[in-house]
Nanobody, 128 residues
Framework: QVHLVESGGGLVQAGGSLRLSCAAS????????MGWFRQAPGKERESVATMTWSGDSNYYLDSVKGRFTISRDNAKNTLYLQMNNLKPEDTAVYYCAAATNYGGRYSVPTQPRAYDYWGQGTQVTVSS
């Protein structure tokens, strides 16, 4: 069974950095859109950053632009999210996801319903 596994979450002070990783169990995800989502208590799941397999297009939530960077190493079947200058409002469970119906170079869906494979999530807590 194909699955995604996140790692790299933790507790960090405001202004600090974390790097999340998402390892895919096989290379079937190397040619589809992948992304990072987050969900804070009492809030809906939101798209943080997404990118095509080729890297030609990506999306960032406005509040993370300039602070977060999404990248992927298709040879390693791994997706990353570098998070710098973290703020308390970034506290959430972060999920990695893949949209296997999106294999193009430019379309990057942001709605969670477009993504059909999800990791188990990793907690990110930013203290003030």
């Amino acid at each position: 069974q194909v699955h995604l596994v996140e790692s790299g979450g933790g507790l960090v002070q405001a202004g600090g950095s974390l790097r999340l990783s998402c390892a895919a169990s096989d290379d079937s995800f190397s040619r589809v859109v992948m992304g990072w989502f987050r969900q804070a208590p009492g809030k809906e799941r939101e798209s943080v950053a997404t990118m095509t397999w080729s890297g030609d297009s990506n999306y960032y939530l406005d509040s993370v632009k300039g602070r977060f960077t999404i990248s992927r190493d298709n040879a390693k079947n791994t997706l990353y999210l570098q998070m710098n200058n973290l703020k308390p409002e970034d506290t959430a469970v972060y999920y990695c996801a893949a949209a296997t119906n999106y294999g193009g170079r430019y379309s990057v869906p942001t709605q969670p319903r477009a993504y059909d494979y999800w990791g188990q999530g990793t907690q990110v807590t930013v203290s003030s």
